[in-house]
């Protein structure tokens, strides 16, 4: 199947082949997603240069999707219950994109899981696409170009957009801060229901969602009081909305549906609140600065006086006869001159 004809102004900035591929992504064409979001990974500077390029062309005809983003701790069935929420979506008749964000091989660096053999009954519909990448260490197991890859898929045109991350960690709230609602899976059974959950975690979490229930329903029962009591105590982000504390079984499908309902009534109040695009425009801002900061720490390391000055300086950093301020000071002299 060829590309489609290339659309009106899109062409500008872009060479043929990636107006091309553009073109495909507009015209939800899985395979073009999935080029442009390799693209997207790339660190090769060219490959960056393309992406960007890219991504202007697609960022208008982004934004229209609903974005969900999904954590919980390992073992707690986040594919499972991935599958069996996408499936239902797709059975309402809305299309599905997933960014599944897996653990990083240690010797290629590629991503160790695959979307077929977690999801291989949602990776088959035609209104789905699925992607794994690699976390590749970043912190909470968000890649650096996940928000990026959302824009293409979005761009794409898929209805609802899901991120999952590889665990619950430190900078879980970067998948909070790329999305309009944040679901957080527990297990029933866990021993203490609070037990290595942070507390900023929770203060982030729209949903809470206890899957398994169906294993011991008395244990899933007891969890939902006891998040429901904790949840009393803390004060969430948004003041529009009170944490929802559900159950379900991903792998017979039972509270599944009301997951989905509680979703949406969440996009209602935001959007009564007029927080829902408010949210959206403080992430975008936050994007920018993120963006900033990352390049200029990419210069910074680029930067020849830099790079001979610096063995120096963390040797006497940590030899204990200069202070590491001091030779912060010394080492952005350096670059600023």
Known sequence: MGLPPIPKGLSPGLTPEDAALAAGV?????RALAKTITLIESALP???????????ALA?????????????????????FIEAFGMHLVRQGLTVAVLA???SSAVTGGSLLGDKTRMETLSQQAAAFIRPSPARGALGGVGHQTREALLACEAAGYDVVIVETV??????SAVAGMTDVFVLLQLP?????????????????????????????RAADVACGQ???????????SPHWEVAVLQCSAASGDGI???????????RAMRDASEFEARRQRQALEWMGRLVEHGLRERFHAHAEVALALPELQARVAAGTLSPAAAASLLLDVYHR
Do not use: C, F
């Open 26 to 30: 507009l015209a939800r064409q899985r």
């Open 46 to 56: 060219a490959h960056r240069a393309r992406a960007q390029a890219l991504l202007d």
């Open 60 to 80: 208008p005809h982004a934004g229209g999707a609903l974005r969900i983003g999904i954590s919980g701790v390992p073992g707690v069935g986040k594919s499972t």
């Open 101 to 103: 964000v897996d653990p």
């Open 167 to 172: 665990g619950v960690g430190q900078s879980e």
């Open 189 to 217: 059974n866990a021993g203490d229901e609070l037990q290595g959950i942070k507390k900023g975690i929770l203060e982030l979490a729209e949903l809470v969602v206890y899957n398994k229930a169906d294993l011991d329903q």
């Open 227 to 237: 998040m429901r009591a904790a949840l009393h105590m803390l004060r969430h982000a």
């Open 257 to 267: 549906a009301e997951v989905w309902e509680t979703i949406q009534r969440h996009r």
